[in-house]
């Protein structure tokens, strides 16, 4: 699962594996076997890889982020939000039908 986790963060971020690879100093090779589950990472680079995705070592080894960081996401999104909201409430025109359709698409497809 760790390796699954890396190579989606890596994904995430829009980096290859060499670019990562040249990013933590080690080869490419090593970034694909971490992300097969073929190799371990050491601690230190376990760091590093938190660093470089902007997670926690504990997101990295259990997948789970930790309340902190729950409120933290919880808090950007609610600002997020919060400026959506008043920038569709400025608006001086309606919100035309595919508008309406993308934004409704969003909202049902993070309900659960």
């Known amino acids: 699962m760790l390796g699954a986790r890396i190579a989606a963060l890596r994904r995430q971020a829009g980096q290859s594996q060499a670019e990562l690879a040249q990013i933590l100093g080690v080869s490419p090779s090593a970034i694909g076997m ?6 371990e990472p050491s601690g ?3 760091v ?3 660093r470089n995705f902007g997670v926690s070592t504990d997101y990295l080894l ?4 930790s309340q902190a960081e729950r409120m933290a996401i919880t808090g950007i999104l ?3 939000l919060d400026a959506a909201w008043e920038r ?3 608006r001086r025109d309606s919100l035309s039908e595919d508008e309406v359709a993308v934004l ?3 909202v049902l497809t993070n309900e659960g």
């Open 104 to 106: 409704l698409a969003a």
């Open 48 to 50: 590093a890889l938190a």
């Open 34 to 39: 971490y992300e097969q589950g073929r190799r």
């Open 44 to 46: 230190a680079m376990l």
């Open 78 to 80: 609610n600002n997020r």
């Open 62 to 65: 259990t997948g789970k982020v």
């Open 88 to 90: 569709i409430r400025s």
